[in-house]
């Protein structure tokens, strides 16, 4: 597709109100910036934008000036990815800036709007989220959702860096519900090593009103900081922390004394966290996300009030030290579970899954995605037992389950004989099962797996028989996305460049 077809729908469609572009480079970035400035400025009733784009070129920068005309009537924007400067700019089209930041860049000509007064949710992938930034951001009055993301190639210069003083301008903004300032280790190994326990309470204690918080990479906040959001913002229904290396049991001690009720919680890689904790957040009773991957300290004692819960949908305990007994009694328990991630349990083995599905609990009833991936236990019995008492399992992940054998494969592919009443199975993730032969590949043809839309399969003996084998499945079945890279289920970010079948 050429850019030009965006200048066409800025002709054509003037009272355009939504417009979300997710594309790869087919052009020069420049050719994009000209007809996408072109397609803006016809589109002037615009109130939602999202630009998501890949430039994939030789020598190509991920992160390219990104300078448009925006619409004044903008609420929602999404960016990804943009340069720090280059929103700095976007907030020089306002003479309210200019004076508060005099240290901004403003020197390039463009014409005036009032864009960020309507702002309502931002949403951007930045290569480094800074002091400045956050300032020209917070002066969005009306700015309800803020989510940055930024993904650094070095460790951020201490001046040009989130600090403890750019988090407390945040406090300025009553209205902020929804906060997510996420440092990614894409690139290298960085967090935002400015921002203290001081400048999480001054934030915590004025942004009251917040729903939702997910902070990744804040490594110099300890207990005490995270505690002050738990306990100040009375409102918090969500939860995320990722790489909290300071975060222990103690922030959520006594968090049944304060109103927060939390509904969804992830501490993602956070090595002290431990079964304290989950007793804690499960004594509201009202918990239906619980995320603890990489904690590896929860062990078997806390399923037991995870068995009480009668909300919870959504369970990872990817690496947690949990065994057969566990999940025994997950398995006789009351949640609603319909995602549940075991990967990486090593204490977990084929009696654990015959437990969890027929333990007479409500789990072998709603599971609908499972994911038993590394767990060197799991083998051609445990397969059997899904596909026989596992009737409302839609997605399934066996990767790296190197003792499971063609029978596992054939389990599945013929569960309908087992039970008529089975939903059929959508994803299966079979990546580096290495015990699966090259003749079990004619399971994956016509009349086997009829629901099928993704497969995992590569690094196993099943793509031995080359692209002509492949191609003819998608022939036969051209809604079938074939994954040979390894992609987690469902390549679901859509930025994987895939091997030809």
């Excluded at 990804?80 to 901004?104: C, G, K, M, W």
């Excluded at 988090?167 to 997510?180: E, I, W, Y």
């Excluded at 009030?305 to 690496?319: K, V």
């Amino acid at each position: 597709m050429s850019y030009q077809v965006l200048a066409s729908i800025g002709e054509a469609c003037p009272n355009l109100r939504v417009l979300v572009l997710e594309l790869v480079d087919q052009e020069s970035p420049q050719a994009f910036k000209i007809n996408l400035d072109r397609m803006l400025n016809g589109c002037l009733c615009l109130e939602s934008l999202s630009i998501k784009i890949r430039w994939r070129g030789v020598g190509a920068n991920p992160l390219q000036p990104f300078r448009f005309f925006l619409p004044k009537t903008l609420k929602s924007i999404k960016l990804q990815p943009v340069l720090e400067e280059d929103v700095i700019h976007f907030t020089s089209l306002n003479d309210a800036f200019r004076n508060y930041l005099p240290t901004a860049n403003v020197s390039t000509p463009v014409s005036k709007s009032s864009f960020g007064f309507a702002l309502q949710r931002l949403s951007l992938v930045l290569d480094v989220i800074s002091d400045q930034l956050i300032v020209v951001i917070g002066i969005c009055d009306n700015l309800v959702e803020l989510d940055l993301e930024d993904r650094p190639i070095q460790e951020p210069l201490p001046n040009h860096d989130l600090t403890s003083v750019g988090l407390m301008s945040l406090a300025s903004n009553f209205r902020l519900k929804g906060l997510s300032l996420v440092r990614s280790r894409q690139n290298c190994q960085v967090s935002f090593k400015g921002v203290d326990d001081m400048g999480m309470f001054v934030f915590s204690k004025y942004c009251t009103t917040l729903e939702s918080v997910r902070l990744y990479g804040f490594s110099r906040v300890s207990d005490a900081g995270y505690a002050s959001v738990l306990q100040s913002c009375q409102n918090l229904k969500k939860f995320e922390v990722r790489n909290a290396f300071l975060m222990s049991d103690l922030a959520f001690v006594d968090l049944t004394r304060f109103s927060c009720s939390l509904v969804e919680v992830k501490l993602l890689s956070c090595c002290l966290i431990t079964c304290e904790t989950v007793n804690q957040l499960t004594s509201s009773g009202v918990l239906e996300v619980l995320d603890l991957y990489g904690c590896r300290s929860i062990a078997d004692s806390c399923l037991i009030s995870i068995a009480s819960l009668h909300s919870l949908t959504m369970l990872n305990l990817s690496g947690a030290d949990i065994s057969d007994y566990g999940l025994s009694v997950l398995g006789k328990g009351n949640p609603p579970i319909t995602h549940l991630c075991l990967r990486n349990c090593k204490g977990v083995t084929d009696e654990g899954v015959l437990l969890l599905f027929l333990g007479g609990g409500t789990i072998g009833k709603t599971l609908s995605s499972l994911d038993l991936g590394h767990i060197p236990g799991i083998s051609d019995k445990a397969v059997l037992t899904i596909a026989v008492a596992g009737t409302e399992i839609t997605e399934l992940c066996l990767r790296y389950c190197s003792s499971m054998t063609n029978s596992s494969l054939e389990a599945l592919a013929t569960r309908k004989q087992y039970r008529d009443d089975c939903k059929l199975l959508r994803r299966l993730d079979l990546f580096n099962c290495k015990g699966l032969s090259a003749d079990s590949f004619r399971l994956l043809k016509r009349p086997f797996f009829p629901g099928l839309h993704w497969l995992g399969m590569g690094n196993t003996r099943l793509n031995s028989k080359g692209c002509p084998a492949l191609s003819e499945i998608g022939y036969e079945r051209p809604w079938l996305m074939i994954c040979l890279d390894g992609c987690e289920m469902g390549c679901h970010d859509g930025w994987q460049f895939h091997r030809a079948p």
